[in-house]
């Protein structure tokens, strides 16, 4: 287990984490759409691969909320 963040870079995280909820319910009833309708014999192979699909939109997602978020994240040449 890593060591635990800062209180200041805690709080971030939990804010960013709440803010991440928000941005991909959406995703996350897709993937549960999807292993509700699957029988166990079809858990893997298309199923595996849609889901495999939305999680990368999910982290996607994630990540440019985050970048949006950071003042530095990139800055025009000098």
Known sequence: MKEPLPADQ???ARALAAAFTELVE???????????????ADLFGDT????RDVAHRIAAKA????????KS?????A
């Open 63 to 70: 990540y440019e909320h985050a970048l949006a978020q950071k």
């Open 73 to 77: 994240a990139t800055s025009p040449p």
């Open 10 to 12: 805690e709080a971030q």
């Open 26 to 40: 959406e995703e996350l009833l897709q993937i549960a759409r999807a292993l509700v309708a699957a029988r166990p």
């Open 48 to 51: 595996e691969f849609k889901i």
